[in-house]
Nanobody, 123 residues
Framework: QVQVVESGGGSVQPGGSLRLSCAASGSIFSINVMGWYRQAPGKWRELVAV???????NYVDSVKGRFTISRDNAKNTVYLQMNSLKPEDTAVYYC?????????????????WGQGTQVTVSS
């Protein structure tokens, strides 16, 4: 199977910055889409940013101009640079990775989630 592990969450004051990382590991053949989602207490999980294998990106309107998603294909890793953080950015952030891996030498599609990392923005 494919494992996805996030890191980099924490607490920061409004206006501060954090960088999240997410690494995928396992018998991976290729990765298509890598994305970050978040879920605040009492709210639905929402897409924050996504990047495809060609490097095209998409962001939710509320983070445009403040967050940047990037990926290192050699490391099967995706990053989320978060600047000018606001209290409303407080949430658990989840990484999602989609692609193809080998299971008993047979290529299979996968859609894997990380365990989540807490981001708290507060003064």
């Amino acid at each position: 199977q494919v494992q996805v592990v996030e890191s980099g969450g924490g607490s920061v004051q409004p206006g501060g910055s954090l960088r999240l990382s997410c690494a995928a590991s396992g018998s991976i053949f290729s990765i298509n889409v890598m994305g970050w989602y978040r879920q605040a207490p009492g709210k639905w999980r929402e897409l924050v940013a996504v990047i495809n294998s060609g490097g095209s990106t998409n962001y939710v309107d509320s983070v445009k101009g403040r967050f940047t998603i990037s990926r290192d294909n050699a490391k099967n890793t995706v990053y989320l640079q978060m600047n000018s953080l606001k209290p409303e950015d407080t949430a658990v952030y989840y990484c999602n990775v989609q692609g193809t891996y080998y299971r008993d030498r047979v290529p299979q599609r996968f859609d894997s989630w990380g365990q989540g990392t807490q981001v708290t923005v507060s003064s």
